[in-house]
């Protein structure tokens, strides 16, 4: 018979095993087993789907059996350990499955230090050591084929700290806590799986803190490589591109991205789509795409990133110079100058695109820059010199667009001009 083989130093207290309860690591978040009832668990699976196992504490085999009781008119199958009965029956943990069994052992293996897993059909003890012996059925030959899901203690990490790393990730987000697979969101594509070293668990082992956080905590301290990687291929598809918009602006983004950033330009998926919509001519390569969230979160801390100019009034804008489009708004220049228009000297003039294809023009008060769309080149010149007092009009009063106060100044500006033509005061 072909058994799994699981040790670990120091020898197995056999008043632990009794006990409901029975740890000595509950105060530790380090470390997987901290409930002291995985072990309970462990034989009552295995007693229940008829699965040998052995347990030697040193060189000492337990005697692990089942006496049968009644009550109530129902039976109970109560485990004994070396002849004493405890209070654990094969009817706890119903709900476990095979891997959860291994990963009891595996991880109070790891706990202990000097952990050892192999395959073998010779069965005896250790002096020092405590080994568990589980018969390989189609069940544990699942978990053994399937390995590098469940434990991903040997697998080089893409990024460490001391609290979270990195690696590749696939079809599925696994969560892991110390390289034990402590969560996994089924149909939900991820960069990345991560181990969060000090994760909160429950009595199952199940994860319990807050993904959101704790996956942004390991991507904010990520080293350059893995930094380059995730910006380069994030998308709105994969978890961390379509359900962490919230939590990028937690904290701040460390080191490594200041270093991956330079040089580089960021948009996201919405704006370039929006943009090429309009006619925006955006040079291939000139940019990095990246989530909407994840390009304002990066954006905000970084400024030169941005591919785009944001903010309240101008909205999103792809500078990208035009030398026909300036020689457009110079025609128009000159007919306002020859109208003795005055336009402030510290007014400069941006050519590019709008997000928002409808707008041609916007000015942005703070920068003292009015912010032209190159789809002006079709326009006629009338509406350019129209344009463009409007938007000289904006600095001039800090009035906003659709304002009654805006509406007011253009009433009363076209009603000096009109008496003043006439020759008429009041």
Known sequence: ?????????????????????????????YKIGQFGTGLKYTMAFLFRNNIDFRIFAGEKEMHITLEEELIRDEKFEIICINGHRTSITTKMGQDWKAWMIIRELWSNALDEGEQLREITQEVGGEEG????????????DE?????????????????????H??????????????????HEKENMPALF???????SLNELREYKGYMGSDISNALFGANEETAAYFLENVTDE?????????????????????????GVKLIHRKALDALTESGAEIRPGSY?????????????????????????????????????????????LTILEACDYSIHPELTFVYGYFAD???????NLDEKRIFLSNTLLQAPLNTIVAILIEEVEHFNTGFRDCSREFQQHFINMYTRQLLRANEIEI
């Open 238 to 262: 994969l978890y961390e591109g379509g359900d962490l918009a919230y939590d990028w602006y937690t904290k701040p983004w460390g080191k490594s991205y200041d270093k991956v950033l330079d």
């Open 1 to 29: 018979m072909k058994y799994l083989k699981i040790q670990n130093a120091g020898i197995l207290d056999i008043r632990l095993v009794a006990l409901m309860g029975g740890t000595t690591k509950s105060n530790d978040d």
């Open 357 to 363: 294809k409808k707008v041609m023009a916007r000015v």
């Open 129 to 140: 050591k405590t080994t568990f012996y589980i018969q390989i059925d189609s069940q544990i």
């Open 193 to 199: 799986s991560y181990d969060i070293v000090n994760a």
């Open 165 to 182: 790393r990195i690696y590749p990730g696939g079809p599925t987000l696994r969560l892991y806590k110390n390289g034990i697979l402590i």
């Open 288 to 332: 990095v795409v990246v989530p909407e969230g994840l390009f304002k979160s990066l954006s905000k801390q970084f400024e030169r990133v941005s591919a785009l100019r944001v903010s309240a009034t101008v909205g999103e804008f792809y500078e990208s110079y035009d030398p026909l489009t300036e020689g457009r708004i110079k025609q128009g």
């Open 143 to 163: 978990v053994l084929k399937d390995w590098s899901k469940y434990f991903i203690h040997g697998i080089k990490p893409m990024s460490e700290t001391s609290t």
